[in-house]
């Protein structure tokens, strides 16, 4: 049974970082591109960023490119998401999604989320 | 940047047919997925590949496609079905893309 279980968030100020984890087990790690999506309250989701399954590609949404690295530890079976200048638009609900082994485009599985708030 | 526009609302009856739409230029060629996100929880994926349903979801969700619009068909609608659902797609630039969700209700 595939358990992704995200961690890190909480509320920062505007302009400093935070990093995020998201411990993976039920699967290969390493068989799987991994995301990031985040969802602000009350809004809809977007997608962030993602790292193939072989860690050597890493794709970003504009608007987090420059800001966020995302990168992963297989030995530890754990994604990250290292956040840096943040904005008040960063507020969200922030969720790991796994690939399918086959297709790196979509999310047939996601952790729960942790809810990270900008805010002075 | 490309977009993909859904309906805010749909409302339906139980047992009747739930249509949800997802549309824009980015669709063509491109494969679409669905996820349902109910409140307080994390989105499931109830349609890939444009139709492909994954296991474990009702036969009652389908998926279709034509030209720059897809539709998620939920035949029969229950009242669990009532849900945010999110159509998203990957663009020509390895984009990951969202619709901006339509909140289906089941009354």
């Known amino acids: 049974q595939v358990q992704l279980v995200e961690s890190g968030g909480g509320v920062v100020q505007p302009g400093r970082s935070l990093t995020l984890s998201c411990t993976a087990s039920g699967f290969t790690f390493s068989s799987c591109a991994l995301h990031w999506v985040r969802q602000a309250p009350g809004k809809g989701l977007e997608w962030v960023a993602v790292i193939s399954k072989d860690g050597k590609n890493k794709y970003y949404a504009d608007s987090v490119k420059g800001r966020f690295t995302i990168s992963s530890d297989t030995s530890k079976e754990t994604l990250f998401l290292q956040m840096s200048g943040l904005r008040p638009g960063d507020t969200a609900v922030y969720y790991c999604?796994?690939?399918?082994?086959?297709?790196?485009?979509?999310?047939?599985?996601w952790g729960q989320g942790t809810l990270v708030t900008v805010s002075s | 940047s490309y977009e993909l526009t859904q309906p805010p609302s749909l409302s339906v009856s139980p047992g009747q047919t739930a249509r949800v739409t997802c549309s824009g230029d980015a669709m063509s060629k491109q494969y679409v997925y669905w996820y349902q996100q109910k409140p307080g929880q994390a989105p499931v994926l109830v349609m890939y590949k444009d139709d492909e349903r994954p296991s474990g979801i009702p036969e009652r969700f389908s998926g279709s496609t034509s030209g720059t619009r897809a539709t998620l068909t939920i035949g029969g609608a229950q009242p669990e079905d009532e849900a945010d659902y999110y159509c998203q797609i990957v663009d020509s630039s390895s984009t990951i893309l969202f619709g901006g969700g339509t909140k289906l209700t089941v009354l």
């Open positions: 999604a796994k690939a399918s082994p086959t297709n790196w485009a979509f999310f047939g599985d």
